[in-house]
C-alpha cells in the first residue's frame, strides 16, 4: 500500500490533526444561546417562508419538553451539554456569490488545505461539490451541468426558494421534528445542507460531493440534507467532513432524510474525520447524527457507507425504511476509535415490505483507552413475506485497555422471515507483526496494512476517491496505537 | 568479511538459556545447513537473528556486512537484507499478497533511497516473477495466505524472497508439510536464487531438503551449541545414523 509512507510524512509535517487549523474570516454571527428569538434569527437570516419559520417553533417547542429526555441508553459517557453556551448561526460575511471569483480568497485557501476540488480547473476530476463552511454553502459548482439534465444540486436554503413544493412536501417525512432529541433540535435550528433531486430514470453521470466544515469557536454545525431520487433513478453521494483542532466540544448534530422511489437507488457514503481531541480526551467534536432512508418505492435501493475516524463522541445510526417490496438496504460500516474516543454506531433495518432484504457489515477498530460500540436493529414487521437479513459485526482490538462491543437487536414478526447473524472479535496478533515487520515494514505500515485488511469489505464498496483517502485515514487514525 | 557473522551468540526465552555460544560466518554465495533434532534452538537461532520479541541476546555478537545487526530493529533488520522464510507463514486476512508484497517492495525501496515503484512495473516484475518460479499468477490475488495449502504458503515465501532479494536468506524448516513435489518447486526457486551476493541459511530437521538444495557446509546444533561442522556428506551421516551421539557429547 503505498499510501501509508505518503501518510506517515503528512502526519510528521502537521502533527496530529491534519485539518486542524482555523481560518481568520468575520464572521456574521447570532448572539449566543437558544430561544425562540434565535430560530426567528435564523429563518429571517434566510428570509425562509413563513411555513418554513413554523415547522421550526413546532420543533423548538417540541424540544423543550424533551429537556430530560437526551438519550442515554448509548455507551456513551460525556459531560452534559450546555445547549445556551452555543452561538447557532455563523455565516462568513459577504453572501450571494456570483463566481468562484468571488470567494473570500482565505477560505478558498483553507479548502486548498483540504483538498476540496473547488477551482474550475479541478472540476475535470468529476466531482461537483456543494462546500458547507460553517453554516452557509458558499460556491456550488458543476452547477449548470446537472442543472441541463434536470438534477437539483443546491443549498437546502436555495431550494427552500427555488423548489418549496419538493421541500415542503419530502423535509421530515423521513426523520420528523418529534424523532429524537437531537433531531428535533436540528429541525429549530439548522442553517443549512444540501438537496439533492434526480429526475425519473436518471443515472446521475457523477458522484455528488459535500465537504462540510466547522470553522467558528463554539458553532454548533446543524446541517440538514435530504437527497430525493425519483423513479428509477440513481444517485452517488459522498460526505466528508473535517473541523478544526479546538480545546473545547464541539456540537454537531446533522439529519440526513433520503427517499427512494419504484426502482430508484441511492448510494451514500461518508468519510468523517472530525477532530477527536489530543490523546487525553480533551476537546473534538460531539457527533450526533439521525441519518435515515426510506425506500419508499418497489424494489427501490438505499446503500449507506461510512468510515468513521474522527469526533470525540460518535452517535450516529444510518438507516433503512423498507417499505416497498422487494426494495434492499445496505449498511457499511468501519468505525475506528483510538486514544479517548467514543463510538456507539451502527443501523436499523425496518423491513415492512414483501420479499425486503438487508445487509449489514460492521467493522469496528478500537485502540488505545477508546470504546466502540455496534448498536443494530434488525425489525421485520407482520407483511414483510420472505423478508431476509445478513448481519456480519467484526471488531478488532489494538492494545489491551480498549473496548469493543456488540449490541444487535432482532424483532421478527414474520414467520417466513430469515434472519443471519455473525460477530467476530480478534486482535492483531504479535506473528502477524512481527511477519510484516520481517518484510521490512516499520510497526504503522504493518497496522495500517493489517487494518485495512481488516476493513476491506465496507473500503471496496467506496467510490475509487474517496478509498484512497479512506484508507490513507485509516493509517493515519491509527498512528502511535502499538508499541 | 564474512557476509554473516554470528559470534559466541547467547540467547534465552524467559529467563530460560537455549543458545550457548554459536560462533558461524556465512561467506557470500555459501549455502549453510543447520541440523538438529527438535528443540535445540533451531528455530531460536533464526528468530533471534531476525530479531523478534521475546527473545533475549545475553551475550554474542550479530554482524552483517560488518554492521551491528542486534543493534536494529526487525523491521531495519529485513531492510538491511535479512530475509526470514517462516516455518509457519501467518495469515494477513483481506490483504492480498499482491499488496501484501508491494508494501514490503517498496519499504526496501525506499530504504534505499528508490522511489515507490509504478504501478505497471510491479506488475509486470511480479509477473516476471511468478513465471521463473512457476506459480499461477492468480495467486497474488488472494489474500496472503489465507487458504493456502502448505505447498502455497511455502512458495509464497519464496515469491517474497524472489521480489525482495535479500542479502541472507534464512530457511526455517521450509520442507515441513511438504510432499515430494511441492519440495522440488520451493527447492528450485531457491536455487535459482543462488548467487555470487548471497548467502543462505538452511534449517532443517531432514537431510531429504539437501537432496534439492545442496549446501557447501552443514553444521550440527545440538544443545544450544554446534556439535560438528562439515561438508554435505555429513548430512548423509546425520540421515544413517541419528542425532544420538551428538546429543550424547554434547550432555
Given amino acids: 500500500m503505498a499510501v501509508t509512507r505518503e501518510t506517515a510524512a503528512a502526519v510528521r509535517d502537521v502533527e496530529q490533526y491534519k485539518y486542524g487549523f482555523v481560518t481568520d474570516i468575520e464572521s456574521d454571527k447570532a448572539p449566543k444561546g437558544l430561544s425562540e428569538d434565535i430560530i426567528r434569527f435564523i429563518s429571517a437570516k434566510k428570509n425562509e417562508p413563513e411555513w418554513m419559520l413554523e415547522w421550526r417553533l413546532k420543533a423548538y417547542n417540541y424540544w423543550l419538553t424533551l429537556a430530560d429526555e437526551e438519550p442515554t441508553w448509548a455507551k456513551l459517557h460525556f459531560p452534559k451539554i450546555d445547549y445556551q453556551a452555543s452561538y447557532y448561526y455563523a455565516a462568513p460575511k459577504r453572501e450571494k456569490l456570483a463566481s468562484l471569483d468571488e470567494v473570500d480568497p482565505k477560505l478558498l485557501e483553507t479548502y486548498k488545505k483540504l483538498g476540496i476540488p473547488l477551482l474550475e480547473q479541478q472540476m475535470l476530476a468529476g466531482v461537483a461539490v456543494d462546500a458547507v463552511f460553517d453554516s452557509v454553502s458558499v460556491a456550488t459548482t458543476y452547477k449548470k451541468k446537472l442543472e441541463e439534465m434536470g438534477v437539483i444540486f443546491m443549498p437546502i436554503s436555495e431550494a427552500l426558494h427555488k423548489h418549496p413544493e419538493l421541500v415542503k412536501k419530502y423535509l421530515g417525512s423521513v426523520v420528523p421534528y418529534s424523532d429524537n432529541f437531537y433531531a428535533t433540535l436540528n429541525c429549530a435550528v439548522f442553517t443549512d445542507g444540501s438537496f439533492v433531486y434526480i429526475p425519473k430514470g436518471l443515472r446521475c453521470p457523477m458522484e455528488l460531493s459535500t465537504y462540510f466544515r466547522i470553522n467558528e469557536k463554539n458553532t454548533g454545525q446543524f446541517e440538514r440534507t435530504l437527497i430525493i431520487a425519483d423513479e428509477g433513478s440513481y444517485v452517488s453521494y459522498l460526505e466528508g467532513c473535517t473541523a478544526p483542532q479546538r480545546d473545547e466540544n464541539q456540537l454537531h448534530a446533522a439529519v440526513v432524510e433520503l427517499i427512494a422511489l419504484d426502482d430508484a437507488e441511492i448510494k451514500y457514503s461518508t468519510v468523517q474525520n472530525w477532530y477527536p481531541g489530543d490523546a487525553d480526551g480533551k476537546g473534538g467534536i460531539f457527533n450526533f447524527v439521525t441519518k435515515r432512508g426510506a425506500c419508499r418505492g418497489k424494489n427501490s435501493k438505499i446503500m449507506w457507507t461510512q468510515v468513521e475516524t474522527g469526533s470525540a463522541i460518535t452517535w450516529k445510526y444510518p438507516s433503512c425504511i423498507l417499505q416497498g417490496d422487494n426494495s434492499v438496504g445496505e449498511f457499511y460500516s468501519v468505525a475506528i476509535t483510538n486514544n479517548r474516543q467514543q463510538a456507539d454506531t451502527g443501523t436499523k433495518m425496518i423491513h415492512l415490505g414483501k420479499g425486503t432484504r438487508s445487509k449489514i457489515i460492521s467493522k469496528g477498530i478500537s485502540a488505545g483507552r477508546a470504546e466502540n460500540t455496534y448498536r443494530g436493529l434488525v425489525r421485520i414487521g407482520a407483511k414483510a413475506d420472505k423478508a431476509r437479513n445478513y448481519t456480519q459485526c467484526d471488531s478488532l482490538l489494538i492494545g489491551d485497555k480498549c473496548g469493543a462491543h456488540t449490541v444487535p437487536y432482532i424483532e421478527s414478526r414474520n414467520p417466513t422471515a430469515q434472519t443471519e447473524h455473525e460477530a467476530a472479535t480478534s486482535k492483531i496478533s504479535d506473528d502477524q507483526l512481527f511477519y510484516c515487520l520481517q518484510r521490512g515494514m516499520t510497526q504503522e505500515e504493518a497496522v495500517s496494512l493489517i487494518v485495512n485488511g481488516f476493513c476491506k469489505e465496507v473500503l471496496q464498496t467506496l467510490p475509487m476517491e474517496f478509498a484512497v483517502e479512506a484508507q490513507k485515514l485509516v493509517g493515519i487514525s491509527l498512528e502511535g496505537s502499538v508499541g | ?251
Fill in chain 2, 1 to 251: 568479511m564474512a557476509l554473516l557473522e554470528i559470534k559466541n551468540l547467547h540467547a534465552s526465552v524467559a529467563g530460560k538459556e537455549i543458545l550457548k555460544g554459536i560462533t558461524l560466518a556465512l561467506e557470500p554465495g555459501e549455502v549453510h545447513a543447520i541440523m538438529g533434532p527438535n528443540g535445540t534452538g533451531k528455530s531460536t537461532l533464526s528468530n533471534v537473528i531476525a530479531g523478534r520479541e521475546g527473545y533475549e541476546v545475553t551475550k554474542g555478537e550479530v554482524y552483517l556486512d560488518g554492521k551491528d545487526v542486534l543493534d536494529m530493529a526487525a523491521d531495519e533488520r529485513a531492510r538491511a537484507g535479512i530475509f526470514l522464510a517462516f516455518q509457519y507463514p501467518v495469515e494477513i486476512p483481506g490483504v492480498t499478497t499482491s499488496a501484501f508484497l508491494k508494501t514490503a517492495l517498496n519499504a526496501k525501496r525506499r530504504a534505499a533511497g528508490q522511489p515507490e515503484i509504478d504501478a505497471m512495473d510491479f506488475l509486470k516484475l511480479v509477473k516476471a516473477k511468478t513465471a521463473v518460479l512457476g506459480m499461477p499468477y492468480d495467486m497474488i490475488k488472494r489474500p496472503l495466505n489465507v487458504g493456502f495449502s502448505g505447498g502455497e504458503k511455502k512458495r509464497a515465501e519464496v515469491l517474497q524472497m524472489t521480489m525482495l532479494e535479500p542479502r541472507v536468506a534464512i530457511l526455517d524448516e521450509t520442507d515441513s508439510g511438504l510432499d515430494i513435489d511441492a519440495l522440488k518447486v520451493v527447492s528450485e526457486g531457491v536455487n535459482s536464487l543462488r548467487s555470487p551476493e548471497r548467502a543462505f541459511l538452511v534449517i532443517t530437521h531432514y537431510q531429504r531438503l539437501l537432496d534439492y538444495i545442496v549446501p557447501d557446509h552443514v553444521h550440527v546444533l545440538a544443545n544450544g551449541r554446534i556439535a560438528a561442522s562439515g561438508g554435505k556428506e555429513l548430512a548423509l551421516e546425520l540421515e544413517a545414523e541419528g542425532y544420538a551421539k551428538y546429543l550424547n557429547t554434547a550432555a
